[in-house]
């Protein structure tokens, strides 16, 4: 695996915002010098993914836009490459695909569709991986175990191709596709099908466990992914004790063990890009992203670490 690149910056929002807030933020993420403006995917939001990611390209010019993540449970294959491409050609080049498992149970309940276990949604992953591979590359799809899809070879293939994947995960086999398939790899907290199942994952020796797994993986296929790092919490302040015990304290943790979670960033903008730098020297992470609520006070940081 290649040696990390340059930062790159994206904002990741809820979609819980009225129109007019949303295309006011990719304004000022595109403004600020961020390089990504990410929307999530929760049957309960605001605004849905999709048509919240044409707005912001429509209002931005080289703002990457994007989703972290849709939940490939919602949505036919095929159907989802389809508008992949489109969004990605109708960008000009700029959509990105993050794509995930699912995992609120409140989506499922929602919506009438089983929660299956695990594994399962894992199989169906991968296989819609593979269908939206196929159908941005131009290739014929047969039917699979999940989907019964049945695609001719495209002529020409889609004239933008794919967009960029983003595949992540906290557990070994979900790590293991990412860094087989992704252009961008994500390593986030474990969740349950309720929230977040604790913060041992954001640790430093998990996350020195699994960049293990992941860049042995990619140096035996040769891949050399981006990696993320999703940062739940950021608070860039020049006062930033008093945030830190109080952060502290909301997840049972003291101001010193909170810092060395990696979901977390608290400190003013200089302590906060030395900590990126460390990170992407311990970790390999050079793609951060932040909550859109921290858009204004994280841009120093944005500033200070730019093209480093």
């Known amino acids: 695996m290649s040696q990390p690149q340059a930062f790159q910056f994206a904002l990741v929002s809820d979609g819980d915002?009225?129109?007019?807030?949303?295309?006011?933020?990719?304004?000022?993420?595109?403004?600020?010098?961020?390089?990504?403006?990410?929307?999530?995917?929760?049957v309960?939001?605001?605004?849905?993914p999709v048509p919240a990611?044409?707005?912001?390209?429509?209002?931005?010019?080289?703002?990457?836009?994007?989703?972290?993540?849709?939940?490939?449970?919602?949505?036919?294959?095929?159907?989802?490459?389809?508008?992949?491409?489109?969004?990605h050609a109708l960008s000009d080049g700029r959509f990105q695909l993050g794509l995930g498992a699912g995992w609120y149970r409140v989506d499922y309940e929602r919506t009438g569709i089983g929660f299956d276990p695990g594994r399962v949604r894992y199989e169906?992953?991968?296989e819609a991986v593979a269908i939206c591979r196929s159908h941005w590359a131009g290739c014929a799809i047969e039917a699979g175990a999940h989907y019964r899809v049945r695609q001719e070879a495209q002529d020409p293939p889609c004239r933008h191709g794919g967009p960029r994947l983003l595949l992540g995960g906290t557990r070994r086999g979900?790590?293991?596709?990412?860094?087989?398939?992704?252009?961008?790899?994500?390593?986030?907290?474990?969740?349950?099908p309720d929230g977040p199942t604790g913060l041992d994952?954001?640790?430093p020796a998990h996350l020195d466990e699994k960049m293990a797994w992941i860049r042995a993986e990619a140096?035996?296929?040769?891949?050399?992914?981006?990696?993320?790092?999703?940062?739940?919490?950021?608070?860039?302040?020049?006062?930033?004790?008093?945030?830190?015990?109080?952060l502290a304290r909301a997840?049972?943790?003291?101001?010193?063990?909170?810092?060395?979670?990696?979901?977390?960033?608290?400190?003013?903008?200089?302590?906060?890009?030395?900590?990126?730098l460390a990170r992407r020297e311990r970790w390999g992470f050079d793609y951060v992203t932040v909550p859109a609520a921290a858009a204004e006070p994280f841009a120093a940081v944005v500033a200070a670490l730019k093209g480093r």
């Open 251 to 276: 997840v049972g943790r003291t101001p010193g063990e909170l810092a060395e979670l990696a979901c977390f960033l608290v400190g003013t903008a200089a302590q906060v890009r030395d900590t990126l």
């Open 174 to 192: 979900m790590l293991s596709l990412a860094v087989q398939e992704a252009d961008i790899v994500s390593v986030v907290p474990g969740l349950g």
């Open 201 to 203: 994952d954001c640790s």
């Open 124 to 126: 169906r992953l991968r």
């Open 53 to 87: 990611v044409a707005a912001a390209a429509e209002v931005t010019d080289g703002l990457v836009v994007g989703t972290y993540v849709l939940n490939n449970d919602l949505r036919h294959p095929l159907m989802l490459a389809r508008d992949a491409a489109s969004l």
């Open 219 to 246: 140096a035996a296929l040769g891949r050399s992914p981006r990696l993320n790092h999703l940062v739940w919490e950021c608070f860039v302040t020049p006062r930033p004790a008093a945030v830190q015990e109080a």
């Open 17 to 42: 915002v009225t129109e007019k807030e949303w295309r006011e933020l990719a304004r000022r993420a595109a403004d600020l010098g961020y390089d990504a403006l990410l929307v999530s995917d929760h």
């Open 44 to 48: 309960d939001q605001r605004l849905a």
